[in-house]
């Protein structure tokens, strides 16, 4: 049976609507890691992994997406697992849930950063499905915890044919909606290491509303004592949905590493983040309006940060 | 004798609740019979189009489909609330002509009909439509330039209604005027987003009648319309209300009755359809952009003299209640107030975009928005507070409105206005009137500014105009020696709000048993008489009337031995008329509801969100027939207006909606509506009204985004006149005055 066409929420011009419900595809619970690279390898595109399946089934009721198979891995060992280790840091199952995660004694006494960074994406009832090992696969440049996850230094640990492979954060994203995961490959857990002693985090989301809408930008800001730093400091910043994809912004972390803190300092790094921001036009606020929220909240964050920073030290 | 009941007043639990909480009670998607097809209904690709041919080989061919109906399969191939000026679908060979061409998205062009719901959406696509482009209009003021395309024959220019107010004498009020305040607003669209999308069942019952089950605010009225098209007497057919998800005016137009209705009469067999979100939100109407220039005069003293305004609504494609809006806000763009020397000039305008038509206010909250942000502008000019040049102008019994007459007796606008202020714990009155009693207090936040505002209003309840108005009650006693069971036919659509438990309070106390006693027959032509609509905040007012003369009848009759006692009574308030073309003169409506309204909002001038802290709705209800569900009334109002005049922005390019879904248009969430709505409930009693009781269901919408605007007019010094207040539009008027500037 041929499908209906695809809707294309973000530029229905023509809008065709889609059919009822989902296109019927085969349901796999994994229960190995080869199992799925196998699968994934032998179906290519025509298989997809389920998680939370908060992106992918829309995807699939809106008809952009029609995947023969989705190979279920939340039972794989460790996926739905949260482990913390003091000297080596945090292990996420991949398919942890957000509102699990939030919750957790470990991520919320040493990472409350991933905690507030989680709370903000969509509503409660959707984050007890959503993962954020879906968030970061799913390559939105929107991607609420993706700018805590760079700013924490993450890892994205992932199994392939040819076994496990580390990736950071900052290299998993290629573009809007792709990362990059070899054929075969899948994320298995998100490595977080141990912050820097007398760490402050800091995530701002800007949406139209106060609950639920998709950021129309997000900061996130970390920063820690540093005896080698000029400024006895350093930070770190990442930007979300001012550009292609999540980033880092180094030039204003450049900044705030040589000079004194000072509220001029603070004020200066803003627009650096706002100068490294490359938004586009949608529906959600213009590209004019991004730049100048890039700059209003980094300085929020910063303002933040840094009294945090000085409350502890 | 009758025994007091004690069941008006009280707000008793909702007969439905329980069944809408655990799920038992059905809405129309919920209902499936036995051999029933689908329906997929495939709407127009163009905005303004000739429908050259419609090839549906294809599309019967493929396996499943049982029928692709077009428009040489209607009757009668028109409708319309208003005027039928829209075809049930467009095509070539139609009965009426111009009926081959599309003037907006959301035509519908033909319906597919197949075993599954998926067959009949595959099948929709592989319908091959030949258009033959024509010019569109998509901007009210090109569409009534001259050369502009035009889109119906019966209207000129694209201006489907004219209408004028010249009151006194507009030169002589501009020579009083010591200060002048001008503004031009502009509204936007909104959507209803009720909870249950459209959905629905057509049938034959065992009466031979065309049936559908569908959810909608006038059973009668979707008779009427399905009927005509289908060319068949009303008799032979049937409309069912199962339980209602929210109407809010959008289910008064058709939008799958008739092709339910066709597809079950050609077919002969049970069709039914469901609309996802988006079809909803492109295949219904929206309420009407408005574009309104205003000119208000004042002497020095605070004593309106003059007004002149222009109003211009967006219509769309074709008229559903256009002209009604437009009358309303034609009145309403005067605001409450005693003026006398007024001059107004409003046009409904036909353009290719989506058609636009009745939404909770009715062109109310539109003609508001202009009237209370002159009258707060003029305050501020004048240096008086807005409570108090208020109290200075509003109508009073007696006082002349600006078409000429008074308003009918049992006007309270002072009291609502005065009992509001003083229940706000912002302002109290004075030895020199009416005063805020501290200055906003601001918070530490830099980027963080308080304010507050208020507006006020006036709302008809029922039909204005001179329209047919009516609401026929059946109430039937049946017991022998005692009173057993009291029933009551009443078609009055319950669409959420809980009119059928106010009608069951009312036949209580009418009748004098316990509110177990009574059972509400309704939403079922073939088991009720005409009720009007759900809307204008008119039911309670005129079922009321209907129920209370129904039942005393009825217990005359029981008294003088009747078994059962039946009586049935229509209701028919006072005449109302039509505007006179020339001056306006008119007597608009028969009765109104009175609001005032409060709010504390603080802004955060860096990145222009508002946070509607507190909102204070006063109103005079005349009688609360059920407290709770006014507060609901109230506080659903309220954050529906919040969403408004804040958040909901229908972005439609080139007659296209651009965001047809919940998660591109937003409406308020939890964290978005107000942290407390006081709701002052106010009862005068109207002297029209059942029990005193007024309607009040638009009412808390209508003041609150001037309200809002005033507010934020307090915390930053800066005038809104265009809504919705996004965020990024909020930045950008700031920084034009340099305020949050980066």
Request: hydrophobic share 40%; proline share 7%.
């Amino acid at each position: 049976m041929p499908m209906p066409a695809a809707l294309d929420r973000e530029n229905p011009s023509v809008l065709v609507m889609p059919g009822p419900g989902l296109p019927a595809f085969d349901y796999v619970r994994a229960s190995k890691p080869d199992e799925v690279c196998d699968l994934l390898l032998q179906h290519g595109d025509n298989a997809r992994l389920l998680m939370g399946g908060t992106d992918i089934l829309v995807l699939m009721r809106d008809g952009v997406l029609a995947p023969k198979i989705l190979i279920d891995v939340k039972h794989l060992p460790g996926m739905t697992t949260i482990s913390f280790d003091p000297a080596g840091g945090l292990r996420l199952g991949a398919a942890v849930s957000m509102n699990t995660m939030t919750a957790h004694p470990a991520v919320k006494q040493h990472y409350p950063l991933l905690a507030e960074a989680a709370q903000a994406v969509a509503s409660y009832q959707l984050r007890t499905r959503a993962t954020m090992g879906g968030n970061l696969c799913n390559a939105s440049p929107a991607a609420d915890t993706a700018p805590a996850a760079l700013v924490l230094n993450a890892r994205c640990v992932t199994w392939g044919p040819d076994g496990e492979r580390i990736i950071p954060v900052g290299a998993f994203f290629r573009g809007p909606k792709q990362n990059v995961l070899m054929p075969g490959e899948f994320l298995a857990f998100i490595d977080v290491p141990i912050p820097p002693p007398g760490w402050v985090g800091r995530y701002i989301k800007l949406g139209r509303n106060a609950g639920g809408d998709l950021a129309i930008v997000g900061v996130a800001v970390l920063g820690y004592p540093d005896a080698n730093a000029a400024s006895g400091c350093r930070f770190r910043i990442a930007l979300a949905s001012v550009a292609p994809t999540p980033i880092r912004v180094p030039e204003a972390e450049a900044i705030l590493a040589n000079m004194p803190i000072t509220g001029e300092t603070l004020e200066r790094a803003a627009p650096a983040a706002q100068a490294a921001a490359r938004p586009i036009d949608d529906l959600r606020g213009s590209a004019r309006y991004r730049k100048a929220m890039t700059r209003n909240l980094t300085r929020r964050a910063l303002d933040d940060v840094w009294a945090g920073l000085r409350k502890e030290g | 004798m009758k025994e007091k009941a004690f069941v008006i007043g009280q707000s008793v639990r909702r007969l439905d609740a329980v069944g809408k909480v655990i799920g038992e009670a059905l809405y129309p998607g919920d209902i499936d019979m036995e051999d029933q097809l689908w329906m997929k209904i495939r709407m127009s690709d163009r905005v303004h189009a000739r429908v050259t041919a419609i090839d549906t080989r294809q599309a019967e061919a493929y396996p499943g489909v049982v029928a692709v109906l077009t428009a040489t399969d209607v009757p009668v191939n028109e409708y319309g609330l208003i005027m039928p000026d829209q075809p049930v679908l467009c095509g070539p060979g139609s009965s009426k002509a111009g009926a081959d061409i599309v003037r907006c998205i959301s035509d519908q062009v033909a319906l597919v009909i197949a075993e599954s719901e998926e067959t009949a959406a595959v099948a929709a696509d592989l319908i091959e439509i030949t258009y033959e482009d024509l010019p569109a209009v998509v901007d009210v003021m090109q569409a009534i330039a001259d050369g502009a395309p035009q889109l119906h024959a019966h209207a000129k220019n694209n201006v489907l209604n004219h209408y004028r107010i010249r009151h006194g004498d507009i030169n002589a009020g501009w020579e009083q005027a010591e200060v002048i305040v001008e503004g031009e607003y502009h509204t936007g669209y909104q959507e209803h987003v009720y909870l249950q999308p459209e959905a629905g069942l057509g049938y034959i019952d065992d009466e031979k009648r065309v049936t559908v089950v569908v959810a909608g605010q006038h059973a009668h009225e979707d008779r009427e319309q399905v009927a005509h098209a289908l060319g068949l007497p009303e008799e032979q057919v049937r409309i069912v209300y199962p339980a209602i998800g929210g109407a809010f005016g959008g289910r008064e137009d058709m939008s799958i009755q008739i092709a339910l209705a066709l597809a079950a009469w050609k077919l002969q067999r049970p069709v039914k359809v469901v609309w996802s979100r988006e079809e909803s939100i492109i295949g219904h109407h929206k309420r009407h952009p408005f574009t309104i220039r205003a000119r208000w005069g004042a002497t020095r003293e605070g004593k309106l003299v003059a007004a002149e305004a222009e109003v211009y609504a967006d219509a769309g494609a074709y008229a559903y209640t256009s002209t009604k809006v437009t009358g309303n806000a034609h009145l309403m763009v005067n605001g409450p107030y005693e003026i006398p020397n007024v001059k107004v000039d409003t046009y409904g305008v036909y353009t290719n975009n989506i058609p636009c038509g009745a939404f909770r206010g009715f062109g109310g909250p539109q003609g508001a928005f202009a009237a209370e942000g002159q009258m707060n502008k003029l305050a501020d000019a004048l240096g008086m507070d807005p409570v108090q040049i208020r109290a200075l102008n509003v109508l009073e019994e007696g006082s002349i409105t600006s078409v000429g007459t008074p308003l009918p007796p049992g006007v309270t606008l002072s009291k609502v206005l005065a009992e509001g202020a003083a229940q706000s714990d912002y302002w109290h009155k004075t030895g020199a009137g009416w005063a805020r009693i501290s200055p906003t207090e601001q918070p530490t936040t830099p980027a963080k500014r308080r304010g507050i505002g208020m507006a006020m209003g006036f709302k008809n309840i029922g039909f204005s105009f001179g329209a047919p108005e009516e609401n026929w009650a059946t109430v039937e006693i049946h017991g022998d020696a005692k009173i057993e069971r009291v029933v009551v036919r009443e078609a009055g659509a319950d669409v959420g709000q809980g009119a059928h438990t106010v009608f069951a309070q009312m036949v209580a106390d009418g009748v004098g048993v316990p509110l177990d006693k009574v059972e509400v027959i309704g939403h079922d032509t073939a088991e009720t008489d005409n009720s009007g609509s759900s809307s204008a905040s008119r039911m309670t007012f005129m079922a009321g009337n209907a129920i209370k003369t129904a039942a005393e009848q009825a217990l005359e009759k029981w008294r003088s031995e009747q078994r059962p006692a039946v009586a049935t009574y229509r209701y028919v308030p006072p005449k109302t008329t039509p505007y006179d073309p020339e001056t306006g003169r008119a007597n608009p409506n028969f009765a109104y509801g009175y609001m005032a309204q409060f709010v504390e909002v603080e802004v955060d001038i860096e990145t222009g969100h508002i946070d509607v802290v507190r909102v204070v709705s006063a109103h005079d209800v005349g009688r609360a027939i059920n407290p709770q569900q006014i507060e609901g009334q109230i506080e659903g109002a309220v954050v529906q207006a919040l969403g408004y005049a804040i958040m909901e922005n229908l972005v439609v390019k080139d007659g296209r909606i651009q965001n047809p879904f919940l998660s591109t248009y937003l409406i308020p969430t939890i964290w978005d509506i107000p942290r407390e709505t006081k709701s002052v409930i106010l009862e005068y009693a109207d002297p029209r009204g059942p029990w005193g009781a007024r309607g009040m269901a638009e009412m808390p919408f209508i003041p609150l985004a001037p309200a809002i605007v005033a507010a934020l007019h307090d915390a930053t010094g800066i005038w809104f006149d265009h809504i919705p207040l996004t965020p990024e539009s909020v930045v950008s008027r700031l920084r034009e005055h340099n305020i949050g500037v980066i």
